[in-house]
């Protein structure tokens, strides 16, 4: 197995108008900065294992997105959407003075790293996109719904005076999320739940992530809209899938006609697209799978190049 290699490590805390964003960083003070975005209902703690394996010559801020791990929720009334998860990154690397930067993100942080990606490519060196194919396009027949269905989610929360919020015992909670993941280690279960759960004094433990995650994204955009968004990406990319990931999850059944165009416009353009074996978090249960991709990446793509001393960041943190 690759011997650890980034062993500093310490916490973040950034300010935004209803809160904080919250993280960790591995690294040196000036390394080669990159942004690490984890997925769907869990947070930075799901790069815990990844990043001590990856070039030791890079600064790693691994967020906790907003309302996941210890990053505050998003104000009453506020949706929680991809272009307002793109915004959350520009505040990052904003706060950061990162001016130009790498991604690297896991399912739902992938699609918001190749979203902000095609927005500001300008700030964007290469882009790693873990089990996920950087967009998710919804069918055009199916967007109203899909659009209407997200916005009822929230209108019907907000009519309840007060959502209870159910306690756990620690092992009940670790039960809990392995059944909503069954293909998490042990190991992995205990990572994701040091940010994944706050104490509630005498009584045990919720979990910290916001409820209203669990409701649909309401902004959705089409294939042809992905591929153009794909089109504005100046980075280089690489594609991580696992065997037994991520198009196995699929809610939607034109999803996985989609992926399949997604990462063919990918090859088209010389990207790299490689495949894994393991499940949807092979990055955090297995680690040593995925770290000679992206550390093969990072090292050609990244550190190989120049630096633009006009992007180079002073240390923020």
């Avoid at 899938?241 to 416009?265: N, V, W, Y």
């Avoid at 490689?274 to 093969?296: K, M, R, Y």
Wanted: contains cysteine.
């Amino acid at each position: 197995m690759t011997q650890a290699v980034c062993v500093s490590v310490s916490e973040l805390s950034l300010p935004v108008p209803w809160g904080e964003i919250r993280g960790k960083v591995w690294g040196p003070d000036h390394g080669r900065p990159v942004l690490c975005l984890h997925g769907w209902a869990d947070n930075c703690g799901s790069f815990n294992t990844l990043i001590p394996l990856l070039p030791k010559e890079c600064r790693y801020v691994a967020v906790d997105l907003v309302g996941h791990g210890l990053s505050s929720h998003r104000p009453p009334g506020a949706f929680y959407s991809s272009p307002a998860y793109v915004a959350d990154v520009r505040r990052v690397a904003d706060a950061l003075q990162l001016k130009k930067f790498t991604l690297i993100g896991h399912s739902m942080g992938a699609d918001i790293g190749a979203m902000f990606s095609a927005l500001y490519p300008e700030m964007v060196e290469a882009l790693v996109l873990l089990d996920a194919f950087g967009f998710l396009p919804t069918d055009s027949t199916e967007i109203s719904k899909v659009m209407r269905q997200g916005i009822e989610e929230m209108l019907r929360f907000e009519k309840k005076t007060e959502e209870k919020r159910r306690v756990y015992t620690y092992e009940k909670a670790v039960e809990r999320l392995l059944a909503a993941n069954p293909t998490l280690s042990g190991d992995s279960v205990n990572i994701l739940l040091e940010r994944g759960l706050v104490r509630v004094e005498g009584a045990g433990f919720v979990f910290s992530r916001d409820l209203r995650v669990n409701f649909k994204n309401p902004v959705r955009i089409s294939l042809e809209q992905s591929l153009e968004m794909q089109s504005r990406i100046r980075a280089s990319i690489l594609v991580v899938l696992s065997e037994g990931g991520f198009d196995r999850i699929f809610s939607e059944p034109a999803q996985k006609k989609f992926g399949s165009t997604l990462l063919q416009c990918f090859r088209d353009r010389n990207h790299t697209v490689v495949t894994v074996a393991g499940d949807h978090h092979v990055h955090l249960n297995n680690p040593e799978v995925v770290a000679p991709f992206v550390s093969d990446f990072l090292l050609t793509k990244v550190l190989s190049q120049p630096e633009d001393r006009k992007h180079k960041k002073t240390s923020n943190l």
